[in-house]
């Protein structure tokens, strides 16, 4: 039986991905500090899993998640653009220094992969599309250049102490558990809030922005299939579904999806956010035999009927 971590496993992606794990017969560890994981993403598993709770930004705290661990999906970051935009060093702290000691551990405790979700956020705002791994960086926010100094730190500890690891490029991942009431929330978990609740949808912006919306399950298989793969090196790979929405799009789907005619509310764009985004994901089709099973529309219909029952 494998042994997985998973740091900020009481995420929302986290979460989701310690569900799959289980599933597939794993025993899992869930290292969380709960800074933005909730509990009651876990409460449903909590008898089957080791639930540690801790920080990342603590060495010894990770050393101690560490043992006896065969796979880590390093989980664990300050999501947002605009967060690390109103705090820059905090997000260098988790999200930089939280990786190092991950890798620092797992390699003290010859943890054999490490799977680590990075961020479609490197590309910037490239005028090129799809976006291809092979591309220049150019992050534009503090976020993207700690997830992006995250995968140079994979590579740089793949070729120095030999651990194996994989280093997946989420897209705009949604689906049930998003957390929609910060003020960080993905843009799928408050729009769906809002056709529930009969609001008029905040845009930044014009609404003809577009971004690769990738359901959680189809990022679950990606992280699996990571952790399960023989592979070489320490690659980078896109996980997305390969397809763009704008949100001009996306209000005029919820609309026909919940039978209402809810307006955008334009507003000035923010500061940091990349216009368009759209991937290409034949490298992960290649290396994993990654397909992503289920699409925007199915994913969708799947996250309302979730936060129609909450």
């Known amino acids: ?133 092979t591309m220049p960086a150019d992050p534009l926010s503090p976020y993207a250049i700690s997830k992006l100094a995250g995968e140079m730190y994979m590579r740089a500890f793949a070729q120095l102490y030999g651990i194996s690891t994989v280093s997946l490029r989420y897209f705009n991942v949604f689906g049930p558990r998003q957390d929609p009431n910060t003020q960080y929330a993905g843009v799928i978990a408050k729009f769906v809030t809002c056709a529930l609740q009969g609001k008029s949808y905040p845009v930044h912006g014009d609404g003809e922005q577009s971004r690769d919306f990738t359901y959680v399950e189809n990022a679950v298989q990606a992280n699996v299939l990571a952790a399960e793969t023989q592979i070489e090196g320490a690659p980078v790979l896109n996980i997305a579904f390969g397809a763009r929405t704008t949100l001009n799009q996306l209000i005029a789907m919820l609309n026909e999806l919940t039978g209402q005619n809810l307006a955008a509310q334009y507003g000035a764009e923010r500061a940091g956010d990349v216009r368009h985004s759209h991937a290409d994901i034949a490298r992960a089709r290649q290396l994993l035999n990654y397909a992503p099973a289920v699409d925007m529309r199915e994913g969708l219909r799947r996250t309302l009927e979730w936060y129609r029952k909450q």
């Open 1 to 133: 039986m494998k042994r997985a971590l998973v740091t900020g496993g009481a995420g929302f992606i986290g979460s989701h991905l310690v569900d799959g794990l289980l599933a597939r017969g794993y025993q899992v560890r869930v290292l969380d500090n709960f800074a933005t994981g909730r509990r009651e993403n876990l409460a449903r598993m909590l008898d089957q899993i080791d639930l540690l709770e801790g920080d990342v930004r603590n060495l010894t705290t990770v050393h101690t998640a560490m043992r006896k661990v065969d796979v880590v999906f390093h989980q664990a970051a300050l999501p947002s653009v605009s967060r690390s935009v109103a705090n820059p060093l905090e997000s260098n702290e988790v999200n930089i220094t939280g990786t190092l000691n991950v890798l620092v551990a797992a390699r003290d405790a010859g943890v054999k992969r490490v799977v680590y979700a990075a961020s479609s956020s490197a590309y910037g705002n490239t005028q090129v599309l799809p976006k291809v791994e």
